[in-house]
């Protein structure tokens, strides 16, 4: 596990408990892949309760902004009342993309969590880290490569299972 410093650490950040959630994730991911969606899923925590549960959706609402991220960050300003999240913390199967991870800083998210990057068009870390961009308003703390593993395999299904069905 990989984890990048941006400011001091959390004080009440369970790191123990960050498995957990990312298996939370991991579910929401697997509802994707039913509903024909890349398998992405993320949670939003705080306080240790999940406020927010998203999947992709971009091809079911017919929308390319529809990401996990994108859906939970809505959902979450919701629940809290508040479009800062600054005591909340994303869980996300893959290294958000720099779409979501602007939508990340606007938000103000304290911690973003994820399983396995994309060091092609990731935008926490992978190609360029606009989580931790000097200059930004807010910054975030990122943890990498949190059930890794799994996060990628189910990734590498999917896409193997589509290329099977193309062929």
Known sequence: MDVKKSTDAPREVDVASDSHFMGEALRQARKAWTQEEVPVGAVIVRAG??????????????????????????????????????????????????????????????????????????????RINLLQMEGFNHQCWIVSGVRAPECGAILKEFFAHRRAEDA
Request: glycine share 8%.
């Open 49 to 126: 309760e999940i406020v927010a549960r998203a999947h992709n959706q971009v091809e079911t609402l017919k929308d390319a902004t529809a990401h996990a991220e994108m859906l939970a960050i809505t959902q979450a300003e919701n629940a809290v009342n508040d479009w800062r999240l600054i005591d909340c913390d994303l869980y996300v199967t893959k290294e958000p993309c720099p779409m979501c991870a602007g939508a990340i800083v606007l938000a103000r998210l304290r911690r973003v969590i994820f399983g396995c990057p994309d060091p092609r068009s990731g935008g926490a870390g992978g």
